[in-house]
């Protein structure tokens, strides 16, 4: 099998939707909303999708959106692993683009968890079968958030990491939020802050948490070919991988290495690339511990050094590793599946539409999502040729 | 008033496992074929496939992996305990276990202190696994 990459398909649209607390609004209209942006994005019409990929309108996400927006796709994916899904998507979407089995194809995405106020910490409901229902909820495990921590306490004793590092990369994030006007978060913030927020679940404080805000995004794919006659400069798929490692958190095999250190390797072999090739990073924060550990992981240090990488400010505006530059999930929304955030900040630093928080000469992107208990990975690295 | 805390739900997969609990006598399986020692139970052994486990009773010695201390509770149910530990236990027989670690303040609790498995009859008919520090530990 070769690993050729996909450098024959483009990311040619990309929007979000409105954002923050939309009560007004339902989830799938939100996703709408940002599919119709993008397409408008991209100078694509509706008509020409052929290639659906969503979920989380019930058990057949794709099938009732499609039914929404009037869509008969010729490929259709429901996936669904968590945060990481829409970048995982990219490559699903390449995939099927490249074996012809679509030409332009929509991935999207929409939540309304904030209105809803659905982001209990227990949890949602689920089958009291579940392994999740018998063997961790009767144990109070705040979920995700529990889970994360238990990541968190692990790599500080194994590692001697420390909150103030954890709130390093808060702090970074709030500040590219504060040169994104639709960040929801903008306000200065200090480590001490960070620090002086109430734990929540230790050692996690409050300010190491992710925002809970409604939203939605879209991204338009196709070939690059049909790019050529599109508004936008194309950005290629140079690389892609995605992996799954465990559901509940007993069954992660070290809480300190994730599905990251499986899809990086191998996403970065896929675009003949390395770490260091990597101008713009958009890694997501789900917590702070998460970018640790996939900085980590992704090789761009070595393990345990993370809390290092991230000192002195090193991932803010004008440091020397640009990371998160929307404000990430910290600070400028948090719908619930953050993945798809990280790909549209990418694609737009990649077109020199960052405006203020534009990083200098970006033409590789790395994004990198993240889903449910540490338990999927999904890694693009994307480019401007 | 206080909801009633989530209590496990025993499918056919599970059941014994839980009535072992509920007699205080924990165990994990054993495949049959490779002997790989798995949590949580389930019929087919995620390693080789063969589905012809055994039951081995564990020794109760465990070592606490890592550990969060839950300032806010998960639910109402847990709101009267609060704060409260969640851990993950290493036990000597080579499987990790999410339960509360109990009798340990959040002071107390360390990376890799030894544990011990004790038991609580949380409800008529539902008993849950809980770990204390091995008596000098802390
Ligand atoms: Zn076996």
Redesign the interface.
């Given at each position: 099998m070769k690993p050729a990459g996909f450098r024959d398909v483009a990311l040619v649209g990309v929007a979000e939707s409105d954002l923050g607390r939309v009560p007004g609004k339902t989830a799938i209209q939100l996703a709408a909303e940002a599919s119709a942006r993008a397409l408008a994005d991209a100078g694509l019409r509706k008509s020409g999708v052929d290639g659906l990929f969503t979920f989380g309108f019930g058990r057949m996400g794709a099938v009732q959106f499609g039914e929404y927006l009037r869509l008969r796709p010729r490929y259709s994916d429901s996936s669904f692993m968590g945060g990481s899904t829409p970048v995982a998507f990219i490559a699903h979407a390449a995939a099927a683009i490249s074996a012809g089995l679509c030409q332009v194809a929509l991935v999207c995405y929409g939540s309304t968890q904030a209105s809803d106020a659905a982001r209990?910490?227990?949890?949602t409901p689920e089958d009291?079968?579940l392994?999740s229902?018998?063997?961790?909820?009767?144990?109070?495990?705040?979920?995700p958030l529990?889970a994360y921590?238990?990541?968190a306490?692990?790599h500080m004793?194994?590692y001697g990491t420390t909150s103030d590092q954890l709130a390093e990369i808060a702090v970074a994030t709030r500040s590219w939020a504060a040169l994104n006007p639709i960040a929801m978060m903008r306000g200065p913030l200090t480590i001490a802050d960070v620090l002086a927020s109430?734990?929540?679940?230790?050692?996690?404080h409050r300010l190491d948490c992710c925002l809970v805000t409604d939203g939605g995004g879209a991204l338009v794919i196709t070939t690059r070919e049909r790019a050529r006659d599109l508004a936008r400069v194309p950005i290629v798929v140079l690389g892609v991988a995605e992996t799954h490692t465990h559901q509940?958190?007993?069954q992660m095999p070290d809480?300190t290495v994730t599905g990251a250190a499986a899809t990086g390797p191998r996403a970065f072999a896929m675009a003949g690339l390395g770490p260091g090739d990597i101008d713009v990073a958009e890694i997501y924060d789900s917590f702070t511990i998460t970018v640790l550990l996939t900085l980590e992981d992704l090789g761009f240090c070595t393990k345990g050094e993370g809390g290092a990488f991230v000192a002195k400010q090193r991932t803010a505006p004008g440091g020397d590793f640009p990371l998160n530059t929307q404000g990430g999930g910290l600070s400028y929304c948090h719908p619930g599946v953050f993945g798809i955030f990280t790909v549209i900040e990418a694609v737009r630093q990649l077109r020199g539409e960052g405006g203020t928080r534009q990083v200098a000469d970006a033409s590789v992107a790395l994004c990198h999502g993240t889903g449910g208990v540490l338990s999927s990975s999904g890694t693009a690295i994307l480019g401007r040729l | 008033m206080a909801l009633a805390?989530?209590?496990?739900?025993?499918?056919h997969e599970?059941a014994e496992f839980w009535r072992r609990v509920g007699a205080h006598a924990l165990a994990v399986q054993r495949c049959g074929a490779c002997g790989t020692v798995r949590?949580?139970p389930r019929a087919l052994c995620p390693e080789c496939l063969n589905d012809q486990p055994d039951w081995v009773p564990v020794s109760g010695r465990g070592t606490l992996?890592?550990?969060?201390?839950?300032?806010?509770?998960?639910?109402e149910?847990?709101a009267d305990?609060t704060p409260?530990i969640?851990a993950?236990v290493d036990l000597a027989e080579g499987v990790?276990?999410?339960?509360?670690l109990v009798d340990c303040t959040?002071e107390q609790a360390?990376?890799?202190m030894p544990v011990t498995l004790a038991y609580d009859d949380?409800a008529p008919g539902a008993t849950?696994y809980v770990f204390r520090p091995e008596a000098g530990a802390a």
């Open positions: 209990k910490l227990g949890g009291p079968r392994p229902s018998q063997y961790e909820r009767p144990f109070g495990l705040p979920t529990g921590a238990l990541a306490t692990r004793a194994v109430p734990v929540i679940a230790s050692p996690l509940i958190i007993s809480l | 805390r989530p209590l496990p739900t025993p499918d599970s949590f949580y992996y890592s550990f969060t201390v839950c300032y806010r509770p998960a639910s149910a847990f305990r409260y969640v993950l990790r276990l999410l339960a509360n959040p360390r990376v890799g949380a849950l």
